[in-house]
């Protein structure tokens, strides 16, 4: 018997991350801090896990509206990833269907108008294994997490702190969500 088992990609910059992500690279290990110049898109049809214990920040041109990824297919961050949002803009964006896991990782000092650390549509999916979220802000509702109607979250561990928001600080949820507490 043999077995196969996923190659690891190792990124050190903007454009070798974006096209490890559009090459269905499916194993990203981050080799140095990486400063994006424009946000990343985890299509539909693509499983990404980015591992290491380096920096993904944004450079000045985001705004307020932007997102370090827009999830539409499976995005995991790994232990060790720390997501940092300058102020300037926001985390991660769930689109409808997709899933993002947050197994260890940190995501501080984000912001936007909802969800200034992670913004879940409907039909989107973020299940929390472990991490922490700090620092962020929204300026309407959601400073840490928002849940628009109809998404679904699970949390098993990890801290939401520090967070602020017009309305619900850590997590703002609408109504038909499926919340789990594990």
Request: with cysteine; glycine share 16%.
């Amino acid at each position: 018997v043999v077995a196969i088992l996923p190659l690891s990609l190792t990124v050190n910059d903007y454009t070798s991350l974006k096209s490890a992500i559009e090459g269905g690279e499916t194993e990203i290990v981050l080799g140095d801090n990486i400063i994006l110049d424009a946000p990343l898109l985890i299509d539909e049809m693509v499983t990404v896990t980015i591992s290491g214990t380096y920096t993904i920040s944004l450079a000045g041109t985001f705004g307020r509206g932007d997102r370090h990824f827009y999830v539409q297919g499976e995005l995991t961050l790994a232990d060790g990833i720390i997501l940092d949002g300058g102020r300037i803009a926001g985390g991660v964006e769930v689109k409808d269907n997709g899933s993002f896991v947050m197994d260890g990782a940190q995501i501080s000092d984000c912001r936007s108008e909802y969800g200034g650390g992670v913004k879940v549509m409907p039909g989107g999916f973020f299940d929390i294994i472990d991490g922490t979220i700090s620092g962020c802000a929204a300026d309407g509702m959601g400073g840490g997490i928002y849940l628009y109607a109809d998404s679904d979250m699970t949390l098993s561990a990890g801290t939401i702190e520090g967070c602020s928001a017009h309305f619900g600080a850590g997590i703002y949820m609408m109504s038909d969500n499926k919340v789990t507490f594990e």
